[in-house]
């Protein structure tokens, strides 16, 4: 169902009684809000058990420190934007868990102190190469140094068809999460019908690439897309 809005109401992002508001391509629209089936997979299990871990750490931090958090959260630096264009700001324990989370699933030790690090820049992707060698293979080619000094987050996902321009971040999974790419000009990743299922041709797969720093601060994603022959 899409929806018209009024000079008062320039836009609706979420659920509201049962019905999710959005916006794509076509403008606003409404549809019934339905509830996914449970999973419980070892991944999903084991990213539970990492999310679990951080209110303990945050209470076993000095007050003092707790509210340095706090009013680092709150600097500009840290302003985020919503699906609305609105900008907003998260608290120190948000900033926290979301800075932990990323390190520890990337196998680094987690930080207490307050970050003293800015956002990495984006890197810079050459090419993208999808085929359905080795149950699907993605080959991502980047220049020398691009992940010097940082590691590299990889999140893909396939569409079935190769009609679609653009897809959404919120949408992929994550397929490579490494430790310091150092010097290297490719990284290749097997098996990704393990992730996404099943890769055929005529598929288009969308693959987005991030930095991220010893401190867990993520860049904007490059983004590049490639159709399976």
């Known amino acids: 169902m899409k929806v018209a809005l009024s000079s008062l109401i320039t836009g609706a992002r979420g659920t509201l009684g049962g019905v ?9 629209y409404a ?8 999973k419980n997979t070892p991944p999903l299990k084991a990213l539970r058990a990492i999310m679990s871990q951080h209110g303990a750490h ?8 707790r509210d340095g958090w706090d ?28 800075l932990n989370q990323r390190l520890e699933l990337m196998g680094r030790a987690r930080i207490t102190a307050v970050p003293t690090t800015s956002i990495p820049s984006t890197p810079t992707l050459t090419t993208l190469t999808i085929t359905t060698a080795s149950d699907g293979t993605a080959v991502i080619v980047f220049s020398a140094g691009e992940w010097t000094g940082f590691d590299m987050v990889l999140q893909f996902s396939i569409r079935s068809s190769n009609g679609q321009a653009v897809c959404f971040l919120a949408k992929s999974v994550n397929i490579l999460r490494k430790k310091a790419v150092i010097g290297s000009t490719t990284e290749t ?7 996404v299922g099943v890769i055929q041709a ?7 690439a ?4 010893t401190e867990g ?6 983004v590049l897309y490639d159709d399976v022959p």
């Not at 945050?58 to 420190?65: D, F, G, P």
């Not at 840290?78 to 608290?91: A, E, H, R």
């Not at 005529?202 to 987005?208: D, H, I, N, S, V």
């Not at 601060?217 to 490059?222: D, G, L, Q, Y």
């Open 217 to 222: 601060r993520i860049s904007s994603p490059a």
């Open 71 to 98: 009013v680092w959260s709150q600097l500009y630096a840290q302003k985020k934007v919503n699906s609305l264009g609105v900008d907003y700001w998260t608290n120190g324990w948000q900033w926290f868990v979301a």
């Open 31 to 38: 549809r019934p809000y339905a509830v996914g089936p449970t």
């Open 58 to 65: 945050w209470r076993s931090m000095s007050q003092a420190l």
């Open 20 to 28: 999710v508001f959005s916006q794509n391509a076509s403008g606003p």
């Open 202 to 208: 005529g598929q288009r797969g969308f693959l987005w």
């Open 210 to 213: 991030m930095r991220q720093n």
């Open 189 to 195: 990743v097997t098996s990704l019908q393990d992730f």
